[in-house]
């Protein structure tokens, strides 16, 4: 499976790669994020109804639309500790990116649990990549990291979401609301445990340099049977 073919960073998250026959979440690295900037700038939330809550630097203007959203990968990056991480992964088709998406830790020493956060270009939606990148992303949360529980949310009116919330197994998980752009709008809430997901484990998708990432991340796992 294909690999970035750049040299290893000092900082092991930016390492970390997950493979599967169609895509590869390849860590964010800032030569990444360059080549993402051009679809950040033509815009990734263009129409109702608007997939994110506030807030949110995908709603502004260009161009602060992509500084704001490079200072938060950054921001986000360098705030790391073992209450609150964030991997940030480019998500690759056929060598181009094309989205991003996210895996979120908090207390997951206490816990074990992530959520997720991701979009795609809207040139590529519709064939199936945010079912492929979110179980991508779920292999390296339960195989790679040991997680116990993985949560997604997503507004009501959002269907590509919370249908691969359940194509994948979730189930629901009560309601909530936000704002998006200024107005309040009700959440639908989604739960994935470890004996769910493992009914549905795949066996075509590579990990790549995670045991490296695991101290950064406060992750202490038992040695393998």
């Known amino acids: 499976m294909p690999t970035t073919g750049s040299p290893l960073s000092a900082y092991p998250p930016l390492n970390v790669q997950v493979h599967t026959p169609r895509l590869s979440l390849l860590g964010a690295t800032d030569e990444l994020l360059e080549r993402l900037v051009p679809t950040v700038r033509k815009g990734v939330a263009v129409k109702p109804p608007w997939p994110f809550d506030d807030p949110m630097s995908l709603y502004a203007d260009s161009p602060e639309r992509e500084w704001g959203w490079l200072r938060a990968v950054w921001r986000g990056r360098g705030q790391v500790s073992e209450s609150l991480w964030r991997l940030y992964f480019v998500v690759v088709v ?3 990116p ?3 998406q996210d895996l979120i830790g908090r207390d997951f020493a206490a816990f074990g649990t992530v959520t997720t956060f991701s ?3 809207p040139d590529v939606r519709g064939g199936g990549l945010g079912k492929e990148m979110r179980q991508a992303v779920l292999q390296l949360a339960f195989d790679g990291l040991g997680a116990s529980e ?5 507004f009501v009116d959002n269907h590509a979401s919370n249908r691969v919330s359940q194509a994948l197994g979730y189930v629901p998980n009560g309601v909530d609301w936000d704002t998006r752009r200024g107005e309040p709008a009700e959440i639908k809430r989604w739960r ?3 004996e769910q997901w493992i009914k549905r484990r795949r066996d075509d998708i590579e990990l790549v340099a995670v045991g490296d990432c695991l101290p950064v991340l406060g992750i202490d796992l038992p ?3």
């Open 192 to 194: 994935l445990t470890r």
């Open 98 to 100: 094309v989205g991003m």
């Open 150 to 154: 993985a949560g997604s949310d997503a």
């Open 223 to 225: 040695p393998a049977d």
């Open 94 to 96: 056929d060598g181009e």
């Open 119 to 121: 979009w795609l270009s």
